[in-house]
């Protein structure tokens, strides 16, 4: 296993309590992708924040080993 420690726990809950402000993203070091989640909120008036919450749920379903290797090693921005 990385010696990375996972940010699964906490970028998940932002996800689902504050994701359409993109904090989700920014805490995983995504900037680029927390800006698009910004606009997506604002130009679809709050719709665009199903897609953190989903991705808060998909976060918190994977294992701490799984999270790491996919969006903090792999850099996966989206899903």
């Known amino acids: 296993m990385n010696n ?6 906490i970028a998940g809950v932002l996800a ?3 994701g359409s402000i993109g904090v989700h993203k920014f805490v ?3 900037t680029k992708e927390g800006i698009i989640q ?15 919450f989903v991705e ?3 976060y918190l379903v994977k294992s701490d080993e799984e999270f790491i290797q996919t969006y903090q ?7």
Request: glycine share 18%.
């Open 56 to 58: 808060g749920i998909v």
């Open 16 to 18: 689902l309590l504050l």
């Open 28 to 30: 995983l070091g995504y």
């Open 4 to 9: 990375q420690e996972s940010k699964r726990i």
């Open 38 to 52: 910004i606009v997506i909120s604002i130009v679809t008036c709050g719709i665009g924040g199903l897609i953190p």
């Open 73 to 79: 090693v792999g850099h996966k921005g989206w899903f």
